[in-house]
C-alpha cells in the first residue's frame, strides 16, 4: 500500500514535471520571451549566461531574393556573464581573419593576433540618451509585435520561433530563434523594410559553458594598443551639441514614423568635427551625420551608397554649400529621401 | 603582392593604366586567393551595372567649374581635409563595402553619370575626388555600425564586424601608439 502510494506520488510529480518544465517559457508572452532574450544576448547587469558558441553568419543581396548570399563569416563567441566578459574569435577567410574581438564594459579591443596589435574603443562611446536606454523596451513594442510562431531546433536546442514585426509597412522584421530553456538567441533572421532577407546568423554549436583559461579575454603581455583616433563625446542631447560641437546641427523635419532622437554624438578626427545625430525605433537605427563645408566646396550632388549589413545611405552637400550631409539606416531609401528633404 | 596591394590594383585592371608587369602580379595573385577573386568578379560587376548605364553629356559649361575644383589643393570629400589615420579607416571601411555590399547602387546616384574628364596637372583627378567622397560615407558607415550595435543584441555581433571590418586598416596604418603595451 505504501509503495503503491509512493509509485503515485512519483508518477504524480513526474506528470507534473513535464507539464510545467517544456512550458514555462511558452506560458511567458512573447514580449517577455523577446526581453529576456535581448538580456541574454547582450552585455549588462542582467546577464549571466555564459556560452561558448560557433556561429556563421550570412549576408544576402538587401535588394534582391534571387542573389542569394553574398558573404559568409564564422565566428567563435565566447561570453563570461558574470564578468561582463566577451571574446569573438573570427575564422572565416578576408579581411576579418585572425582578428580577435576582445569586450569588457568599458572598452573594445579589436586584436590582429597576427600582427599582435590591438586597437581600442570605449564600449560606452555610442551609448545613447538615457532616457532612450531606460525606455528601449517600451520604444520596441510602441513600433514591433512580438508573436511566438512555432518551435525548432538549433545547434540540438529546442527553440521557440518568435516573430518580430513592424507595426507599420516599410520598417524591419526579424524572425530569433529563442533557447526555450536559456532564453539565448541561437538563430537570427533579418529582412529589411522591403522584406528582403539582408542578414542571418546562427550558431552551429553551443555549450554553456567557458573554458577556465581567465586570460582568455585580456590581452596577451607584449600586444602593443592604439587608441581608436577618433573621439567621440557620450550622446548629448540636441541643445548641447553646438556648445560641444562649433556650429549649430540642422534637426530633420521628418523621420521615418515611429524613430526617436536617442542622442547626439560630435565625432573629431584630426582637423574634422563630425556630429552624428541618431535616431532608434527601438530595433533599426538611423544615422544623419552633419560636417560644415569648407568655403568654395560644390554642393548640389549626391551618392547613394550601400552600408553594412544591409543598411542604405545617402550623401550630399547642401545647395549652397555650408552643410555636408550623410544619412544612413536600415530602412527604405524613400524614407531617406524624405529626411534629406526636410533638411532645408 | 599582398591582398591589400592587388586590392588596390584590381580596380585599375580594365583601365589601361597598369603595367603589364603590374597586371601579370595581379592575375597571378588573384588566381591563387579567393577573397581577391571574389573583389575582382563583383568589381567586374560593378562595371558592368555603370556599362549598363546611359551616360548624359555634361554641359560644356560646367567643366571649367569642375577643373577648378579638381585643381585645388587635395582635400577630402567635401573639401575639408583629413587626419591621415582617419582617412585609412575610410580607404578600408569603403574596400569593405564595396567587397561585401554590392557597389552596383551608384549607378543610381546623380554624381556617377561615368562623365571623363582628364586629371589636371598636379592635382588629383576628378575620379579620386569621387573616390574620396565616396570613402568618407564609408567611413561614417563605421560610424553608424557602432550605433547600431548598441540598438539591440539581436545584431550585434553582425554589427561588431561590420565596424570591425572598418577598423581593421587602422591596424595596418601604423597609427602612432598611444596606450603602450599591454
Given at each position: 500500500m505504501r509503495f503503491r502510494a509512493a509509485r503515485s506520488a512519483v508518477w504524480g510529480g513526474l506528470l507534473l514535471a513535464i507539464a510545467t518544465t517544456p512550458t514555462w517559457a511558452q506560458a511567458r508572452s512573447p514580449l517577455d520571451v523577446l526581453r529576456e532574450a535581448l538580456r541574454s544576448g547582450a552585455l549588462g547587469p542582467a546577464t549571466v549566461l555564459s556560452y561558448t558558441a560557433t556561429c556563421e553568419a550570412e549576408t544576402h543581396d538587401p535588394f534582391s531574393s534571387v542573389t542569394g548570399v553574398t558573404?559568409?563569416?564564422?565566428?567563435?563567441?565566447?561570453?563570461?556573464?558574470?564578468?561582463?566578459?566577451?571574446?569573438?574569435?573570427?575564422?572565416?577567410?578576408g579581411q576579418l581573419l585572425n582578428i580577435v574581438v576582445l569586450e569588457d564594459p568599458t572598452s573594445i579591443y579589436q586584436w590582429d593576433t597576427q600582427r599582435g596589435i590591438a586597437i581600442r574603443q570605449d564600449n560606452n562611446a555610442c551609448a545613447m540618451l538615457p532616457s532612450i536606454e531606460r525606455d528601449r523596451l517600451a520604444i520596441l513594442s510602441e513600433n514591433y509585435t512580438a508573436s511566438i510562431v512555432g518551435k525548432s531546433t538549433v545547434a540540438g536546442r529546442p527553440c521557440l520561433?518568435?516573430?518580430?514585426?513592424?507595426?507599420?509597412?516599410?520598417?524591419?522584421?526579424?524572425?530569433?530563434?529563442?533557447?526555450?530553456?536559456?532564453?539565448?538567441?541561437l538563430r537570427t533572421e533579418n529582412a529589411n523594410g522591403a522584406g528582403f532577407l539582408t542578414h542571418s546568423m546562427a550558431v552551429v554549436d553551443i555549450s554553456y559553458s567557458i573554458p577556465g583559461d581567465p586570460g582568455m579575454f585580456?590581452?596577451?603581455?607584449?600586444?602593443?594598443?592604439?587608441d581608436d583616433p577618433v573621439e567621440r563625446s557620450v550622446a548629448l542631447p540636441m541643445n548641447r551639441l553646438e556648445e560641444k560641437a562649433g556650429f549649430a546641427?540642422?534637426?530633420?523635419?521628418?523621420?521615418?514614423?515611429?524613430?526617436?532622437?536617442?542622442?547626439?554624438?560630435?565625432?573629431?578626427?584630426?582637423?574634422?568635427?563630425?556630429?552624428?545625430?541618431?535616431?532608434?525605433?527601438?530595433?533599426?537605427?538611423?544615422s544623419l551625420f552633419e560636417e560644415l563645408v569648407a568655403p568654395g566646396a560644390r554642393g548640389g550632388g549626391q551618392d547613394w551608397m550601400p552600408g553594412e549589413v544591409g543598411a542604405s545611405g545617402l550623401s550630399w552637400v547642401a545647395p549652397g554649400g555650408a552643410v555636408a550631409f550623410t544619412l544612413?539606416?536600415?530602412?527604405?531609401?524613400?524614407?531617406l529621401e524624405k529626411v534629406k528633404g526636410s533638411l532645408r | 603582392?599582398?591582398?591589400?596591394?592587388?586590392?588596390?590594383?584590381?580596380?585599375?585592371?580594365?583601365?589601361?593604366?597598369?603595367?603589364?608587369?603590374?597586371?601579370?602580379?595581379?592575375?597571378?595573385?588573384?588566381?591563387?586567393?579567393?577573397?581577391?577573386?571574389?573583389d575582382l568578379r563583383q568589381w567586374e560587376r560593378i562595371r558592368e551595372g555603370f556599362a549598363a548605364v546611359?551616360?548624359?553629356?555634361?554641359?560644356?559649361?560646367?567643366?571649367?567649374?569642375?577643373?577648378?575644383?579638381?585643381?585645388?589643393?587635395?582635400?577630402?570629400?567635401?573639401?575639408?581635409?583629413?587626419?591621415?589615420?582617419?582617412?585609412?579607416?575610410?580607404?578600408?571601411?569603403?574596400?569593405?563595402?564595396?567587397?561585401?555590399?554590392?557597389?552596383?547602387?551608384?549607378?543610381?546616384?546623380?554624381?556617377?553619370?561615368?562623365?571623363?574628364?582628364?586629371?589636371?596637372?598636379?592635382?588629383?583627378?576628378?575620379?579620386?575626388?569621387?573616390?574620396?567622397?565616396?570613402?568618407?560615407?564609408?567611413?561614417?558607415?563605421?560610424?553608424?555600425?557602432?550605433?547600431?550595435?548598441?540598438?539591440?543584441?539581436?545584431?550585434?555581433?553582425?554589427?561588431?564586424?561590420?565596424?570591425?571590418?572598418?577598423?581593421?586598416?587602422?591596424?595596418?596604418?601604423?597609427?602612432?601608439?598611444?596606450?603602450?603595451?599591454?
Open positions: 558573404g559568409r563569416t564564422r565566428y567563435v563567441e565566447r561570453v563570461d556573464g558574470p564578468r561582463q566578459r566577451r571574446r569573438i574569435d573570427y575564422q572565416a577567410p520561433i518568435v516573430e518580430v514585426m513592424p507595426v507599420r509597412q516599410g520598417n524591419p522584421w526579424r524572425r530569433i530563434y529563442v533557447d526555450r530553456d536559456k532564453l539565448l538567441p585580456q590581452l596577451p603581455p607584449g600586444t602593443i594598443v592604439r546641427p540642422i534637426a530633420p523635419g521628418y523621420v521615418p514614423a515611429g524613430y526617436r532622437f536617442a542622442g547626439g554624438q560630435v565625432i573629431r578626427a584630426g582637423d574634422s568635427t563630425v556630429i552624428h545625430l541618431m535616431y532608434f525605433d527601438g530595433m533599426s537605427t538611423v544612413i539606416g536600415d530602412v527604405l531609401p524613400q524614407e | 603582392m599582398t591582398c591589400r596591394q592587388a586590392r588596390c590594383l584590381i580596380y585599375e585592371l580594365e583601365d589601361a593604366t597598369l603595367a603589364p608587369a603590374e597586371i601579370a602580379d595581379v592575375r597571378a595573385h588573384v588566381a591563387a586567393c579567393g577573397p581577391c577573386a571574389r546611359s551616360r548624359p553629356t555634361l554641359p560644356r559649361s560646367v567643366v571649367p567649374a569642375v577643373m577648378q575644383e579638381a585643381a585645388k589643393p587635395r582635400r577630402f570629400g567635401y573639401g575639408f581635409t583629413l587626419h591621415p589615420v582617419f582617412r585609412a579607416a575610410v580607404v578600408v571601411g569603403a574596400l569593405a563595402l564595396l567587397a561585401g555590399t554590392g557597389l552596383w547602387m551608384l549607378p543610381r546616384g546623380g554624381d556617377h553619370s561615368g562623365v571623363e574628364i582628364p586629371p589636371p596637372l598636379g592635382g588629383p583627378s576628378v575620379r579620386q575626388l569621387e573616390r574620396d567622397k565616396e570613402l568618407k560615407v564609408a567611413m561614417l558607415g563605421r560610424e553608424h555600425a557602432l550605433f547600431a550595435r548598441g540598438g539591440t543584441a539581436l545584431d550585434r555581433t553582425l554589427w561588431t564586424a561590420a565596424a570591425a571590418e572598418a577598423n581593421v586598416e587602422l591596424l595596418k596604418a601604423g597609427a602612432a601608439p598611444t596606450s603602450g603595451r599591454r
